[in-house]
């Protein structure tokens, strides 16, 4: 079992900068996939950004080139630096862990004000 804790998130003005932690606990192996997912309302969730421990990463266009994820292996934690916020960005936004199988942080929402 792998627990999440997220943290950051919150209001900001379109164009400012939000960053996002989630912290990883429990059972956890050595090859794993940290990253985040986002839900707005009315939508599915979707993948926003993705880093695997051995440093590999994936974005979704939408945030290719404004948003940047960063890991701590030894840590177990992971960041997303997200700059340039435009309010389409805003939604719930969920730390994701990829282990065995999939885990999923309680969520913080994000909101960019136009």
């Known amino acids: 079992q792998v627990q999440l804790v997220e943290s950051g998130g919150g209001l900001v003005q379109a164009g400012g900068s939000l960053r996002l932690s989630c912290a990883a606990s429990g059972s956890i192996f050595r090859d794993t996939t940290m990253g985040w997912y986002r839900q707005a309302p009315g939508k599915q969730r979707e993948m926003v950004a993705l880093?695997?421990?051995?440093?590999?990463?994936t974005y979704a266009d939408s945030v290719k080139g404004r948003f940047t994820i960063s890991r701590d292996n030894a840590k177990n934690t992971a960041s997303l630096q997200m700059n340039s916020l435009k309010p389409e960005d805003t939604a719930v936004y969920y730390c994701?862990?990829?282990?065995?199988?999939?885990?999923w942080g309680q969520g913080t929402q994000v909101t960019v004000a136009s």
């Open positions: 994701y862990f990829w282990g065995l199988r999939a885990f």
């Open positions: 880093m695997t421990s051995g440093g590999t990463t």
